[in-house]
């Protein structure tokens, strides 16, 4: 059912095309090696998107896994009524594992302590827990080293005839994927096909083993195995510069952030703006203030280079942006001369009518354009459109969304 939306301009939003999400995953889905599965990475919120409308959208193109960091998203998800697998990796000591167990969720063990207490939740519900066994193949993060893999291995193995787990995953994660031709990849392969085999040899039956990411997923089907995680790519943003733009792939970026221009001023040439004066009015010109800042993700480091197209053409942020608020200088010309208040000012979308895309900001901030697209706050309300239907599906004021 579609969800009213405001007709009243907003201050700033997030349009969140679920059609092209789904474009994405069927995208994704045809670039996999024969028999390979695509999990749908939702954490963070979906990368800032939106969790449960993201989850169910890529479910309906197809995705057969949902992915989380913590155990709170991806309990979220099952108390929405999302009944898909659900793989969960970053847990805690204490955390929530008996709930974990009874939403019937895929717990990753990368230690002895983890599955110490997640058997021990197990045996507390009178159900056996769902464990996928993480190992370090090389990212030195998370995950169990190699030197310890046979104690674990052994251990989860006991567990599993003893009734209280059911290991139906081996997992590990890249470090370098997004690097073509970086050697550690290769080598991080290698040493997860022995950590597979020594684990199938002890007796271990998984149902999915996994390491490739969305890099990978793009560019690496040997290591598609029988699922492949896709986070960044299945929002429409491509891993790495080195690999290509989002088009390279058939990917369509799904987050467009806009903002209406709040106040239109001629200020004299000289004239300082913003905190600390780092910008002053070359010659005499139009302010344009844009209501949206660091408090709703507007990274400050992008401040004197982040690209915003309004009036027609892109403009630099000029002097600092602040928490709240930032300025584009319009210049002079007819074409400033026609910005009022009201107009739409376009932060980054998929740069379909010039707007800069998130990647443009990344470059602009410094950093990568998963950051751009995770950092948007709560305070910006998601609105969900459809482009393959053409209708918006609804806001969520409180910044995660209504979706279906």
């Known amino acids: 059912m579609t969800g009213t939306v405001p007709t009243s301009p907003l201050r700033g939003r997030a349009e969140i095309d679920l059609g092209a999400l789904r474009g994405n995953v069927r995208a994704l889905r045809a670039r996999l090696a024969p028999g390979a599965g695509l999990m749908a990475v939702v954490k963070s919120d979906a990368y800032g998107h939106g969790a449960l409308p993201c989850a169910r959208a890529a479910l309906d193109a197809g995705a057969a896994w949902l992915g989380t960091a913590t155990p709170h998203e991806a309990l979220a998800l099952r108390d929405a009524g999302i009944r898909a697998p659900i793989l969960c990796w970053l847990w805690t000591p204490g955390d929530p594992w008996r709930e974990g167990v009874e939403a019937g969720l895929d717990m990753s063990v990368s230690a002895m ?21 993480k190992a370090d193949t090389g990212l030195g993060r998370n995950g169990c080293q190699p030197a310890d893999w046979p104690e674990l291995v052994a251990a989860a193995r006991a567990a599993e005839v003893a009734g209280t787990v059911r290991v139906t995953g081996l997992w590990s994660h890249f470090a370098c994927a997004d690097e073509p031709g970086h050697p550690s990849t290769a080598a991080q392969l290698e040493v997860f096909h022995e950590l597979v085999g020594y684990a199938e040899k002890a007796g271990i039956e998984p149902e999915v083993r996994h390491i490739a990411n969305s890099p990978a997923a793009l560019t690496l089907p040997e290591s598609h195995f029988d699922l492949v995680r896709t986070g960044i790519a299945l929002y429409g943003i491509s891993p790495s510069p080195e690999l290509g733009v989002p088009a390279d792939f058939g990917l369509r970026p799904v987050m467009t952030l806009a903002a209406s221009v709040a106040l239109v001023k001629r200020v004299p040439e000289g004239h300082g703006v913003s905190y600390g004066h780092r910008y002053r009015t070359p010659a005499e010109t139009t302010l344009g203030l844009i209501p949206l800042g660091y408090a709703d993700g507007v990274p400050r480091h992008a401040s004197g280079r982040g690209p915003v197209l309004v009036g027609g053409a892109v403009r630099r942020v000029a002097g600092r942006i602040a928490m709240d608020q930032f300025v584009v ?20 979308g998929p740069g379909d009518n010039g707007e800069p895309t998130a990647a443009d900001w990344a470059e602009a901030a410094d950093t990568i354009a998963y950051e751009i697209v995770t950092r948007i706050g709560p305070r910006v309300p998601r609105v969900y459109v459809d482009a393959a239907d053409g209708h918006e599906e609804g806001v969520g004021g409180d910044g995660r969304g209504a979706g279906r």
């Open 329 to 348: 200088d319009l210049g002079t010309g007819p074409d400033a001369d026609a910005v009022r208040e009201g107009a739409p000012a376009v932060l980054f």
């Open 113 to 133: 302590w983890a599955l110490r207490e997640v058997t021990e939740a197990a045996r507390e519900a009178g159900r056996t827990a769902r464990i996928q066994l």
